[in-house]
T-cell receptor
Framework: NAGVMQNPRHLVRRRGQEARLRCSPM?????VYWYRQLPEEGLKFMVY????????ESGMPKERFSAEFPKEGPSILRIQQVVRGDSAAYFC?????????????FGDGTRLSIL | DQQVKQNSPSLSVQEGRISILNCDYT??????FLWYKKYPAEGPTFLIS?????DKNEDGRFTVFLNKSAKHLSLHIVPSQPGDSAVYFC?????????????FGQGTILTVHP
């Protein structure tokens, strides 16, 4: 999965702390997507961003979660006041444009563990 | 509400034989379908896709079939190789508001025995 870079690969937080997950898309890709995978489940869509714009956040929890994709720098998924249920693998994907013919390419994920 | 379903959690196949992975969907607005392969501790890797205007797409050892009337698609791998052992996810896109949202199935663990 060279190209989409996510860091950190593993993140441990205590309940109530903040978690920041970073994603650098593939070169030339301006569309970024975040997905969450809970244990034994498939990936669930969270949010779709283009540079400086949130296009679709229909999968984002209403509270504590936010995402951005600034003009410069990586996309950030931010989780405030983490709880045990936030423990999951968070995957970022990118594509060069919008359209079904441009498949999303995934990073290797950030495994978030909440103590 | 699980709009994309992979009803077989696992599949075991002998090397050289055909692997058939199945996927059903309920949302008639889906118009593009993709298959991804995932190894442990890695992200999903795109394999093959198919538009709803087609009923078959082939790429090397991988063929995807789409039956729109049955809302069913399948991935055929021939011949299967031990390196194909992984989790396979079916995903779908609706062209409604944006093409950004992939809806995934729960995945099928494929094991190919030497």
């Amino acid at each position: 999965n060279a190209g989409v870079m996510q860091n950190p690969r593993h993140l441990v937080r205590r309940r109530g702390q903040e978690a920041r997950l970073r994603c650098s898309p593939m070169k030339g890709h301006s569309h970024v997507y975040w997905y969450r995978q809970l244990p034994e489940e498939g990936l669930k869509f969270m949010v779709y961003l283009q540079k400086e714009n949130i296009i679709d956040e229909s999968g984002m929890p209403k509270e504590r979660f936010s995402a951005e994709f600034p003009k410069e720098g990586p996309s950030i998924l931010r989780i405030q006041q983490v709880v045990r249920g936030d423990s999951a693998a968070y995957f970022c994907a990118s594509s060069p444009g919008q359209g079904a013919g441009q498949p999303q390419h995934f990073g290797d994920g950030t495994r978030l563990s909440i103590l | 509400d699980q709009q994309v379903k992979q009803n077989s959690p696992s599949l075991s196949v002998q090397e050289g034989r055909i692997s058939i992975l199945n996927c059903d969907y309920t949302n008639s607005m889906f118009d593009y379908f993709l298959w991804y392969k995932k190894y442990p501790a890695e992200g999903p890797t795109f394999l093959i896709s198919i538009s709803s205007i087609k009923d078959k797409n082939e790429d090397g050892r991988f063929t995807v079939f789409l039956n729109k009337s049955a809302k069913h698609l399948s991935l055929h791998i021939v011949p299967s190789q031990p390196g194909d052992s992984a989790v396979y996810f079916c995903a779908a896109i609706s062209g409604g508001t944006s093409y950004g949202k992939l809806t995934f199935g729960q995945g099928t663990i494929l094991t190919v025995h030497p």
